[in-house]
């Protein structure tokens, strides 16, 4: 891996509940590389998207947020409301699901990327009007001299993501944050917003976070794996490698869940969840598991080294053994 840009250190992410203290993230370790492409995984409600508005410093105030970002050597944990505006956008950008959520309904295209190159760059209004146009060119919008004239409902949801990417981008920070950009865009659409975040990654060496639920997008685009559940990280590994060889059951769940050619149904991993106000004792996962022994109770499985991946299963090895 080349030279890490953000270092995530033992991220532990608490809500205040009416309930009783929810801990959503789990002390999560993660380095990416600089213009590096790596996936984020997990099933609804494993904590993808808390640990990253955690770096972002976006988490409501019931948010308790304990550990270390570092972003290109600046710490983001505890850093100021004033610090953080200016890191956002800047160095770190963030982009979601529903794009219209990024848009301002009432201004046009063109004006809102270049307000966001003025908001952290010396810039006349004309030069940022001018490369506005050209990064709207760069996310593959048709006519991008027209179109930045046009407002957010003048286009289709695909063309609207590609906006949301376009501002995401104008000041080239080091790491985007993609989470589920391709989750509410039908098929076709989807693998082109993966083409665009690709180009983006490899013409500006943008390192690239991919949230994503679905194991499919993974295959097609990124180098590394992060499997998520309940919190914390179960598998980490090459994508190639977690394709042919999964170290944790709970990947291998997810695996066979993938809708695949000539496969006749999908298996879809039994059970639940488990329920963050009150996690069991031990893995996670066990609830769940085909594989459980009575010592996956007892203490909640570090990742450590499986061949060339990193597992959270105390019985990794021994369940990779061709039985
Ligand atoms: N503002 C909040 N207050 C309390 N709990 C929250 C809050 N936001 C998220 N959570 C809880 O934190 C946990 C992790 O949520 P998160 O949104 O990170 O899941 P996710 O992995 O992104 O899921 P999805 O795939 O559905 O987007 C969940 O149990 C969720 O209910
Ligand atoms: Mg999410």
Redesign the pocket.
Known sequence: MSESILQIRDLT?T?A?PLGP?V??RGVDLDVGAGELVAVV??????????F?AAMGL??S??TVQGSVMLDGVQLVGASAKQMRSVRGRLLSMIF?DPLSALNPVHRIGAQISEMLRAHQKMSERAARARAVELLEVVGIPQPGDRAMQYPHEFSGGMRQRVVIAMAIANSPKVLIA??PTTALDVTVQAQILEVIQKVQKQFGTAVVL?T?DLGVVARVCDRVNV?YA?RFVERAAVSDLFDAPTHPYTRGLLASLPQAGKERLVPIVGF?PN?LRPPSGCAFRARCADAISDCEHAVPELRAVGAAQSACIRAAELMQPR
């Open positions: 992410v809500f509940t929810l959503a993230v997990g099933e609804s409600g494993s904590g993808k998207s808390v640990s508005l988490l409501p019931t948010a699901q989470d589920e949230i639920h998520m919190g969840p963050m």
